[in-house]
């Protein structure tokens, strides 16, 4: 079973709209971080926004927020007010605390379109 | 801070070659990760080292892989030999529990493998 599913390949969006990128995942672990990467096409990973299993509060960061529905095992990335420059692929990414595991586990990825 | 520094960006190889990927992480940072990025299985956790010292090598996809790190500032990853179905970004990644909650995961800018 996929640890961490985005159902939505691809989105087109009116520039200045908010936009939310879907993002569940599957853990049994209590202790575990949500993360959003952005990929521009020049290629490199960009670190968006953190989410912890007990964070009580959604993150923030600026135009980014994250929607984090804990039962539902939903961290769904809202980016307010999109720029052209959203244009990107958005990965969902979590790092489990059991047994050890250090690494993230990506999602297969969300490309994500501003249409002027 | 300079950040994740891989080299080479772009390498081109013939079937058969040796391939040499190279990382140096952030200064400080004890957690090095070596990700694998291709269209058909995303991003993938190929090794980490914690502390100059390999964790988790199941990724790797089979012996023809190989990765070192032989001080806290220098990796590498090895392909010997190389298959075209090696092309692919590889990613290198580092990361720290000091920096916080969220680790600081921070990627470098990836070398793309050609293997013709």
């Known amino acids: 079973a996929q640890k961490i599913t985005q159902t939505q390949p691809g989105m087109f969006v009116q520039e200045k709209e908010a936009v939310t990128l879907d993002c569940t995942y599957d853990t049994s672990d209590q202790s575990y971080g949500l993360f959003w990467y952005k990929q521009p096409s020049s290629g490199e990973m960009i670190f968006l926004i953190y989410q912890g299993s007990y964070d009580e509060q959604n993150a923030t960061e600026g135009r980014y927020s994250l929607n984090f529905q804990k039962a539902r095992k939903s961290a769904n990335l809202v980016i307010s007010a999109s720029q052209l420059g959203d244009s990107a692929m958005y990965f969902c990414?979590?790092?489990?605390?059991?047994?050890?595991?250090?690494?993230?586990?990506f999602g297969k990825g969300t490309h994500l379109i501003i249409q002027p | 801070d300079a950040g994740v520094i891989q080299s080479p960006r772009h390498e081109v190889t013939e079937m058969g070659q040796e391939v040499t990927l190279r990382c140096k992480p952030i200064?400080?940072?004890?957690?090095l990760f070596w990700y694998r990025q291709t269209m058909m299985r995303g991003l993938e956790l190929l090794i980490y080292?914690?502390?100059?010292?390999?964790?988790?090598d199941s990724g790797m996809p089979e012996d023809r892989f190989s990765a070192k790190m032989p001080n806290a500032s220098f990796s590498t990853l090895k392909i010997q030999p190389s298959e075209p179905r090696d092309s692919a970004v590889y990613f290198c990644?580092?990361?720290?529990?000091?920096?916080?909650?969220?680790?600081?995961?921070?990627f470098g800018s990836g070398t793309r493998l050609t293997v013709v």
């Open positions: 990414a979590m790092r489990e605390e059991g047994g050890g595991a250090d690494g993230l586990t």
């Open positions: 080292f914690n502390n100059n010292v390999p964790i988790d």
């Open positions: 990644a580092s990361s720290s529990y000091l920096i916080g909650p969220n680790y600081g995961y921070t």
């Open positions: 200064s400080g940072h004890d957690y």
